[in-house]
């Protein structure tokens, strides 16, 4: 690392940062019905709705599912990549399925790049789970898998809803997905 700062430091200091949160979350069909999203903005065959929130619709949002029952919090994966550079995260393990290692958990790639003073986001988002009530893994299910772009406003936010993918419980995953400009400090700005 020391050896390579020289290089690296220079186009890291000269591009802009921007920090990607991201949740997922399972919600019953109750705590769905009290997310106040109104019509979504997207729906596509699988029955995947989309919802673009500007900064000042996303918080109170995220503060309604803090205190709706039956909305839990399954992972909370973040990053921070400069403006059009590929970004990557997995939160999990591996399984052995048919003698394969196979990834369990949470992936999501991204590249985001400011445009315009909003931030366009590419990004890819797989969630699986071992899929034997058994614990054994021979089976992986994949509870969430979204593959878009999309032109989000600074620290607003993509909310995904993937209707026909239930869990054991009945639940439907939901993926939050929230990208700010920020400085070398971590600190919002604009773009």
């Not at 599912?65 to 909370?76: E, I």
């Not at 052995?96 to 986001?121: D, H, M, Q, Y």
Request: glycine share 8%; aromatic share 4%; hydrophobic share 40%.
């Amino acid at each position: 690392m020391n050896l390579t700062a020289p290089l690296w430091r220079r186009y890291w200091g000269t591009q802009p940062q921007i920090l990607v949160d991201s949740r997922l979350l399972t919600l019953s069909a109750a705590a769905a019905a009290q997310t106040g999203l109104g019509a979504p903005v997207a729906t596509n065959t699988d029955g995947v709705h989309a919802w673009i929130l500007s900064p000042a619709e996303l918080r109170p949002f995220l503060q309604r599912l803090k205190t709706t029952p039956d909305a839990s919090l399954l992972s909370r994966p973040r990053l921070q990549t400069a403006s059009g550079t590929k970004g990557q995260v997995f939160i999990g393990g591996t399984v052995s399925v048919a003698g394969t290692n196979t990834p369990v958990g949470v992936t999501l790639e991204l590249i985001p790049k400011i445009i315009s003073g909003s931030i366009r986001l590419t990004f890819a988002v797989t969630a699986t789970e071992i899929g034997a009530p058994s614990s054994q893994a021979d089976a992986v299910r994949t509870n969430l898998a979204v593959a878009c772009r999309v032109l989000l406003p600074n620290a607003g936010g993509l909310v995904v809803e993937c209707g026909n993918t239930l869990d054991a419980s009945g639940k439907s995953h939901w993926l939050i997905i929230s990208p700010t400009a920020v400085d070398a400090w971590g600190k919002p700005t604009k773009p």
